[in-house]
């Protein structure tokens, strides 16, 4: 039997929207439940993989950084916003995507503007997406604070 898992649907939640990393790699984005696995090393070592490290690599460091507020995965912070933005400019439309859904979990307000550019002009509707939904929960952050503060 070979040693990679084909998905169909999701087997955390259940739908179809599930995404191919690589042969063996996949997340979804309904639940963002993924079978990769946790990158142990630090955070400084997972964000230079983001901007150095071969495609793969890359897919899996932009993936990790979404799973803001899982203890057990290493995963970005404020103080990485300006490289998260710079890799908002990946050749991989994944990469592009994960790095703008990890934006948006951070609040990351510097990153707006480079979001509602690729919003609007990404070549990928995924990332498009993942831009907006980013924008979306930037601003509604930032009018929490606002009202709050």
Known sequence: MDSYQLYKECPQCGEENIQKLDI???FCLDCDWDNLSTISNDNDELVSSLLHGDI?????AAQSLINIGDAERHIATQADTQTL??????????????VAVALG?????????????I????NSALV?????????QIEEGFQKKLISG
């Open 119 to 122: 919003a609007q002009n990404d």
């Open 56 to 60: 793969h690599s890359r897919r899996i």
């Open 24 to 26: 063996n790699s996949w």
């Open 128 to 136: 498009r997406q993942g831009a907006s939904t980013a924008i979306e």
């Open 105 to 117: 979990k951070l609040e990351a307000t510097l990153s707006l503007a480079k979001l509602k550019d």
């Open 85 to 98: 933005i710079n890799a908002l400019d990946d050749e991989d439309s994944d990469v592009r995507y994960f």
